[in-house]
């Protein structure tokens, strides 16, 4: 019995320990059966969780900023409602208004921004902008496209407030407008500086795209100082490129900085499709704030008159003037009778300063001389064959002058010149209705792919002179330009389509 009883005992420890150890198996093997799901569980628990604070700070509050600049100036926008004549028939396709309308038509179809659709059939038309409150009792800015024409002009604040506006004054030459509602006490912004901002700076712009009233964008400025795209080259330049959204509605809105204030007045895009494609453009407010500040104070503005037309020192052209850099205006036409002429200001004068204040370019230039008033003296600076020297002018009020005219800018290109020419007739001259003081060789041909063609030179184009040299004949610029250097370019002074712009000849590979 005990040797029985043993064997019991033996077994049934045996048999324990195979229970445990199975009892074991089979819990690892559940173990490894429900890892994977259980990992998956604390992953999506992690998952969840949010991310801390620290980790977003800077994102969060550079949103904080925007919500706080977004709060401030909104309530000074506004949306302007403009009921109009109808505007004159479409002829061929192209509008027969103003220079700007035409502008407007050329970079949005049909209909340019905030412009009423022009169909002769209608009698009344309705237009939509936006403008900026720029004082707590009712002054607004918007542009004068936006009111242009306008019989009745509503305002709508962003308390869905409606006010009858009346126009104060306009100014065409900038696309400026002052309105003002009969109201006190109203949320307003103040100007900021453009002369401060930098690309890649933070920009928000504000307005009323496509009726959805008091929208705002964020971007970028993308570039400064952007010349006028419109064919009046008396419209000053300047602008402000942005990447914030900026579509048909937003003209008349304001572009601010981080800060708050206006550096801007959204006034045109440029797209082929005729919404936003990433190139907004805005007027700056050192421009607009003196033409705002005189429209309020006396109805109109009176813009300064130096009578030149002049044009950007570029890489390709700086060498022609004894230039160290490519800062300047050249100045490419002198009217008679201006204070430029007055002065002695001559064709080839490169401005590289006013009153001590150093230009970079046409643009610059235009808008330092948009600052000043007629009769205000100056000083600039210019440079001649090589030589710095003083020019003290005495400015004119404009009347229909024309202003400051930055000329397109010089075409690069090679090849060769590619150039066939006439003599300037008397039936030649009455053709292109050129000035009868204007004397030089008409171009009669431009070879496909010369280095005239990659200038930009057209048929009908005049050549008024070669490497600074006066021509008065087809054989004086054949000459001129046989007379060039192997291997070196060449600089002509042509008149076209009204005005005087250098271009640069490429140094063809065989003298033409």
Known sequence: MHRIDTLKAKLSRRLMVSVL???????FALYEAVK???????????????????????????????????ARVTPAIVNVAVTSKAKPAMLGGQAEGGDMEQFFHRFFGQDGPDMPR?????????????????????????????????????????????????LVGADSLTDLAVIKIDA????????????????????????????????????????????NPDSDRRRPGGFIQTDAAINQGNSGGALVDARGEVVGINTFLISPSGAFSGMGFAIPSQVAQPVVDSLIRNGKVEHAYLGVAIEDI????????AMKNNDGAVVTQVEEDSPAAKAGLKIDDVITAVDGHSV??????????GAKHPGDKLQLNVLREGKEMNVPVTLAELNGH???????????????????????????????????SLQGAVIGRVAPGSSADEAGLQQGDVILQVNHQSVKSAADVQHALSSVPQGKDALVLVWSNGGNTFRVLRAPTEQS
Do not use: C
Request: glycine share 10%; charged share 15%; aromatic share 6%.
């Open 21 to 27: 150890a199975l009892t074991t198996v089979g819990s």
């Open 36 to 70: 994977p799901a259980a990992a998956h569980a604390a992953a999506a628990a992690a998952a969840a969780a949010p991310l801390s604070p620290d980790s977003v700070s800077a994102l969060t509050a550079l949103d904080q900023a925007m919500e706080t600049v977004a």
């Open 118 to 166: 022009m169909q002769p059939q209608r009698r009344i038309e309705h237009g939509v902008g936006s403008g900026i409150l720029i004082s707590p009792d009712g002054y607004i800015v918007t542009n004068n496209h936006v009111v242009d024409g306008a019989t009745e002009i509503r305002v709508t604040t962003n308390d869905r407030k409606t006010y009858t506006a009346k």
């Open 184 to 227: 006190s006490g109203l949320p307003s912004v103040p100007w900021g500086n453009s002369k401060e901002l930098r690309p890649g700076q933070t920009v928000l712009a504000f307005g009323n795209p496509f009726g959805f009233r008091f929208t705002v964008t964020r971007g970028i400025v993308s570039g400064l100082n952007r010349p």
């Open 314 to 321: 570029t890489p390709e052209n700086s060498q022609f003037f």
């Open 360 to 369: 970079s370019d046409a643009g610059q230039l235009q808008i330092a001389i």
């Open 402 to 436: 024309d202003a400051e005219q930055p000329a397109e800018a010089t075409h690069q290109g090679k090849a060769r010149w590619g150039l066939g020419l006439q003599d300037l007739t008397p039936e030649l001259r009455r053709q292109l209705q050129a000035p009868g």
